[in-house]
């Protein structure tokens, strides 16, 4: 560092000695070069070849086989680069996976009807742990709540400012007998879905949702219905009741961290635009803005560390909130 002195010319006097500790800066050429960043492509891909010979043991009577098959992919350097940087580690990370597949039940409700889905949304969902993995999780429905770094969207869609739609959940038997009777009345108008829990979300994934919002509209025809939200933020506290209920609810999830939102892809089969939306999804997770887990009926996406400044200056530059 270079330090200006009094004045111009040569100075007069004796020369007085510092005190001061003397700092040596590193040079360039002995600094470490910090770790490289996971193949993140190369992850993905190897994820996809793991779901493919998974799916050929998948009956019953492959569990050992299963375990086998695992223990050996998920030690090849592609996958194991990723897992060893989450905040469980490889070794805590493979234990996590096995023990789901021990709970595994067939069931309707979540996305891992088979184990073939259960494997891939955990494996997929380890980059959201992995780029977030010194986030504080909302343990409870309270912290949601009254968090300082989320925002309430019933405010901004009044105000509208929202590029997406959602539906919040029904918290009444009235108000749950009243979304039964518009379901018979008008099948299809809205997705099958139980609407948010929490309508809370970070300004950044507000501004990534408007953003996506905006590009999907002007790709598809005038008719087709905005982007629809099924999930954002919610509590470490709410996502074991999801589990409990028999959801596919990883734990730990971006959910709980606030970086993460389910988007609803099935319901726009009926408009024409399902694999316009996917196509989208998947050209920002290749330019390295999102990470995307399809789920069936919804995909999640969780915004990248990467995006997060920009996006933060979206949101404050067009809802000046």
């Known amino acids: 560092m270079r330090v200006p002195s009094g004045g111009s010319g040569p100075q007069s006097g004796p020369a007085v000695a510092s005190t001061a500790p003397s700092r040596r800066l590193p040079s360039a050429a002995g600094r470490r070069p910090g770790p490289a960043a996971p193949d993140l492509a190369a992850y993905?891909?190897?994820?996809?070849?793991?779901?493919?010979?998974?799916?050929?043991?998948?009956?019953?009577?492959?569990?050992?086989?299963?375990?086998?098959?695992?223990d050996q992919r998920l030690r090849e350097p592609a996958i194991a680069a990723v897992l060893d940087a989450t905040p469980q580690g490889l070794v805590g990370a493979r234990e996590t996976?096995?023990?789901?597949?021990?709970?595994?039940?067939?069931?309707?409700?979540?996305?891992?009807?088979?184990l073939t889905a259960l494997v891939r949304i955990y494996l997929l969902s380890r980059i959201d742990a992995m780029w977030w993995r010194d986030t504080p999780a909302l343990l409870t429905d309270q912290q949601v709540?009254?968090?300082?770094?989320?925002?309430?969207?019933?405010?901004?869609?009044?105000?509208?400012?929202?590029?997406?739609?959602?539906?919040?959940?029904?918290?009444?038997?009235?108000?749950?007998?009243?979304?039964a009777v518009r379901r018979r009345l008008l099948p299809g108008a809205t997705p099958r879905t139980a609407g948010l829990?929490?309508?809370?979300?970070?300004?950044?994934?507000?501004?990534?949702?408007?953003?996506?919002?905006?590009?999907?509209?002007?790709?598809?025809?005038?008719?087709?219905?905005?982007?629809?939200v099924t999930s954002?933020?919610?509590?470490?506290?709410?996502?074991?009741?999801?589990?409990?209920?028999?959801?596919?609810?990883m734990v730990p999830s971006s959910h709980c961290l606030g970086w993460a939102a389910d988007l609803e892809l099935t319901w726009f089969r009926r408009f024409g635009t399902r694999d316009t939306l996917a196509d989208l999804l998947l050209a920002r997770q290749e330019a390295g803005e999102i990470n995307v887990v399809d789920e069936g009926q919804y995909w999640h996406v969780c915004l990248a560390p990467a995006a997060r400044r920009r996006f933060r200056r979206a949101y404050e530059a067009e809802l000046g909130v």
């Open 44 to 70: 993905r891909a190897a994820v996809a070849e793991l779901l493919v010979e998974l799916g050929a043991l998948a009956d019953a009577p492959s569990t050992t086989a299963r375990q086998v098959l695992l």
């Open 97 to 114: 996976l096995l023990l789901e597949l021990a709970r595994h039940q067939l069931d309707a409700h979540g996305a891992a009807h088979d």
């Open 232 to 249: 954002l933020a919610r509590s470490a506290e709410h996502q074991l009741r999801l589990r409990r209920l028999g959801y596919a609810s």
């Open 197 to 228: 829990r929490f309508r809370r979300a970070r300004r950044e994934v507000v501004a990534l949702l408007n953003d996506i919002g905006r590009e999907f509209a002007l790709a598809t025809p005038p008719a087709t219905p905005p982007l629809w």
């Open 145 to 179: 709540d009254s968090s300082v770094d989320l925002v309430d969207l019933e405010w901004l869609r009044r105000r509208g400012l929202l590029a997406f739609c959602y539906q919040e959940q029904p918290v009444t038997l009235a108000g749950r007998g009243l979304r």
